[in-house]
Structure formats: C-alpha cells, structure tokens
C-alpha cells in the first residue's frame, strides 16, 4: 500500500506540512495562481491513482479559502486522484446549520453539497458548531475533537476547586466533556445575542462563588460571548482567575482587545486556524497535527476512528 498524499491549501501551509512529516510523507506539490481580480486557480503535483488529504482549513477570510478548497478538490478529481479526503479542521458555515427566520439559506448544507460536487469523496473536521454536519453530507464526515488534546494541558493547571464553564447552551455538552476528563464540575451562562458581535449574558446555573473558572467553547471569533460570560462569572463571585480554552481561535474584528482586557490568566488554543496572539495574555498552542495524522494514518488503512471522533 502506497503513502496517504498530504496536500495543503494557503489557509494554513503549516499544519498541513506538519501532518506530512508526522506521517513520514513528502506533501504534494501545489501552487495557487491569485489573479488581480482575486480569482484562484490551483495546479497540483501528480497525484493519480493515489489516497489525497487535502488539509484547508475554512477560517477568516472564509469565502476565499472556501473557494480555493473547491477548486483543490477539483484539481486533485481531475489529476485522477484515486480517492480524495478534504480535511477541514475548521469548518466556516457550519453556524448556518438551520434557518432562523423565513428567506434564509443554510450555509452549512449549501457548503457541503459544494464539496461534494467538487469531488470529495469524504470530510474531515474538528470540533465543528453543529454535530448535525455528518446528517446533512451525502458523504461521509469523520467528526474528530481536540478536547482531550485541550483538557490533557489543563489537567496541571486547573485547581482542584475550579468550575468549567459553558458560556452559552449551545457549548454545555462540550463542557460536560470538559468536566468529566478533568473531573470537575460544571457551570452554564446563559446568553442572548444582540448582534454577530455583541451579546448579553443572563444568569447562571452553577456555583463559581469564590472559585476560578475555566470557560470553554468551541471557538471564539469576536470575543463578545467570553467577555458576557466573564462579567456574568465575577457578578456572582467567581474567583478573578479565569482561564479561556478554544478548539477555533478565530480572534476576528475587537476579539484580541476585548480579551486583553479580562481577568485571563491563560488562553489556550488549538491550531486548527493559524492562531493570532493576544498582547498582555498568557497564551498557549496545542497543534493538532497529531490528531490529524492519526486519523489520516487509519483512514489510508481502512481502520475506525473511534477513540478519536468527538463525543456528543
């Protein structure tokens, strides 16, 4: 049996080439034409006949590195890949899952059907918003999670009188995912979103009087949902020790000042984007190149993925 082709977009080169050299394999040759109008056009190396990860994360600016997934999916179908995987550690759109109000479209499935039809044969992500993606692909999507990745750095961190904290419903049973590996108990802030920026925090369930707490989600993009849930913890007595833990760093429009200015006494994020660093806050990367490598090594060779797909 031959090697498993890694090919990395521009969204992330690094990652992708730490997936080729754990995995002991040469990546494949792949140059991305930008003409002045912003159109792309990819070329890649000889690929024919063979098993092709194509690892493009769909992180800020997401539309454009979308598009340039596509257009790799496309070019690897047309080189006469044998099978092709799109390994997208972070998936854009994946919000969009549902419609919330009459006229709108569902992002997560219109992307889907694009990958599809431009020659997936099977996805790969990490910690995606929805755990409905899998539902709405007509092919396969292995679902992997940098939690236990996450949880394993703060197991020497977290006090033993530490609350992890769910900062919104939609992030509790990660939370609880969270707890149950470092073995404390749980809290959840409950928010209303004013706008795709702002957002107001409400009450909490939970007991933090006097004890750090230890906020977790899926990703943070502007920052609103960790500075509601932070004045929510410190109004009802939470110890002014907190520590943010992210799979998606995506850090986008006032995220990195907005974080600067809490009480953070650790961030800590996984690579799945490239991670932009936040001035004035202790900060910490776990790559999940690994996590991929892995997944990729037993997909080549036909085996499960259990113990590495995300619970929930």
Known sequence: MTNPRILSGTAHPALGDAVSEA?????VECEV??????????????????????????GPGVNEHLVELLLLLDACRRAGARRITAVVPYFGYARQDRRTRSGQSVGARVALDALTAAGADRLVVIDPHTPALEAMSSVPVETLSAVP??????????????????????????AEHYGALLGRPVAVVRKTRLSGSDVQAEELIGDVTGRPAM????????????EAAVQVLLAHGAAPDITVATTHPLFVDRAPDRLARLPINLLLVADTVPPAHVRTLPYRVRTVAPLIAEAVALL????????LLMRG
């Not at 912003?38 to 769909?58: F, I």
């Not at 197991?155 to 904290?165: D, I, M, R, S």
């Open 215 to 226: 906020i977790v989600d899926d990703m943070i993009s502007t920052g609103g949902t960790v």
């Open 300 to 307: 080549h060779g036909g085996e499960p993925l259990d113990t």
């Open 149 to 174: 990745l996450l949880a394993d750095t703060l197991t020497g961190h977290a006090p033993e009188t530490a609350v992890v904290v769910s900062p919104d419903l939609g992030a509790v049973k990660l």
């Open 33 to 58: 034409e930008r003409f002045p109008d912003g159109e792309l056009r990819p070329a890649v190396g000889h690929v024919r006949g063979e098993d092709v990860y194509v690892v493009q994360p769909t």
């Open 23 to 27: 995995l002991g394999t040469e990546p």
